[in-house]
């Protein structure tokens, strides 16, 4: 079956389109909003979707308008845009690399942010917006000496990804001993911290990660053709054309202020940047990077989660954290033994 279309432009630019991409991206896109609607909805003021919708058109009466805009509605977008960036980050971890297990997740970028919002908590007793700029900075001083250790004439994705599992293996011996050295109020705030939650956010987290969100999405999504380039490796791209060092530079930085603004916004909510772009790889069927399905699947997945988090276990609500740990640990399970009966591994 076909499903790619050339459509030209009135400029004279030939486009080709993978309807069934498009298609995914369409659904997946109807699938968040629709989660995002329901979980609205949820919490002991339950209300209905159609009030929600309502609602949020500025027809709902005053109660709800407070209890949706001013009190789920930022959680909700908090939701989606910390799990569109994680989709992002790890669809660009997972291109560079050229590996499916390279991935925020295993390089340690995570890891990373959680030392710096520890270092604040348990050192400085810093407040929530300093913890906030403590995991953004650690996830950032990470990334950085992940490429610092993995550059050798250029940075290649399997040296990459062996680099970022020592890197992760050393922060997070070194988070172990900064708990040990907290005191019983502080070690409690920071295992809250690093199970990671949507419990408790605001606008205060939604203004800063939409903003980054909306430069970077689209500066990534303007390099996306390099990048699939690269996949055909260096010596073919630079033929082609294609400044691989510099390509490669950028999206990288980009992915690590991804995954680090998330990981400050929400804690580190672990496996969505591994799993999202494996899921949207295997529903479009296309090779590449497949990043806006990859966006659009880390937020489906996240506000799901949240939900499921919410309503799946009774009285008993689990932080997000929890149920992407046990969802993505399976998957990264059945993912190496799926790679290890194809020989990659």
């Given at each position: 079956m076909k499903t790619n279309r050339a459509v030209r432009t009135p400029g004279g630019l030939s486009l080709r389109l993978d309807l069934r991409a498009v298609t995914v991206v369409v659904l997946l896109l109807v699938a968040a909003l629709a989660a995002s609607v329901v979980l609205i909805g949820t919490g002991d003021f339950p209300i209905p979707a159609s009030d929600v919708l309502k609602t949020l058109l500025g027809q709902g009466d005053?109660?709800?308008?407070?209890?949706?805009?001013?009190l789920r509605l930022p959680r909700v977008l908090?939701?989606?845009?910390?799990?569109?960036?994680?989709?992002?980050?790890?669809?660009?971890?997972?291109?560079?690399?050229r590996n499916?297990?390279?991935?925020?997740?295993?390089?340690?970028?995570?890891?990373?942010?959680?030392?710096?919002?520890?270092?604040?908590?348990v050192v400085l007793s810093g407040s929530a917006a300093q913890v906030t700029a403590g995991a953004l900075v650690g996830g950032l001083v990470t990334g950085f000496a992940i490429y610092v250790l993995a550059w050798k004439r250029g940075v290649h994705g399997y040296?990459?990804?062996?680099?970022?599992?020592?890197?992760?293996?050393?922060?997070?011996?070194?988070?172990?001993?900064?708990?040990?050295?907290?005191?019983?109020?502080?070690?409690?705030?920071?295992?809250?911290?690093?199970?990671?939650?949507?419990?408790?956010?605001?606008?205060?987290?939604?203004?800063?990660?939409?903003?980054l969100c909306a430069v970077l999405v689209p500066l990534v999504l303007a390099n996306a053709r390099g990048l699939r380039m690269m996949e055909m490796g260096d010596d073919i791209s630079n033929a082609l054309g294609v400044r691989v060092e510099r390509v490669r530079m950028l999206l990288l930085v980009a992915a690590v202020l991804l995954?680090?603004?998330?990981?400050?916004?929400?804690?580190?909510?672990?496996f969505v940047a591994l799993t999202a772009p494996q899921l949207a790889r295997r529903l479009t069927r296309s090779p590449g990077p497949n990043l806006l399905p990859s966006v659009c699947m880390g937020?489906?997945?996240?506000?799901?989660?949240?939900?499921?988090?919410?309503?799946?276990?009774?009285?008993?609500?689990?932080?997000?954290?929890?149920?992407t740990g046990v969802l993505g640990g399976a998957y990264l399970l059945w993912l190496l033994v799926t790679e290890r009966k194809k020989g990659r591994i």
């Open positions: 005053p109660g709800q308008e407070f209890i949706v805009n001013e908090v939701g989606l845009l910390v799990g569109a960036a994680l989709g992002l980050g790890g669809a660009l971890f997972q291109a560079i690399s499916p297990l390279g991935s925020p997740d295993v390089l340690g970028l995570g890891q990373g942010a959680t030392a710096g919002a520890l270092t604040v908590i040296r990459l990804v062996l680099v970022g599992i020592g890197v992760n293996a050393i922060v997070t011996a070194i988070n172990g001993y900064l708990l040990t050295k907290a005191d019983i109020v502080d070690a409690a705030r920071a295992v809250v911290w690093m199970t990671g939650s949507l419990n408790g956010r605001g606008w205060d987290q939604v203004w800063p990660l939409l903003a995954t680090a603004s998330a990981t400050a916004a929400a804690g580190p909510v672990s937020a489906a997945l996240l506000v799901t989660a949240d939900w499921a988090s919410q309503r799946a276990f009774g009285a008993d609500q689990l932080p997000v954290g929890v149920v």
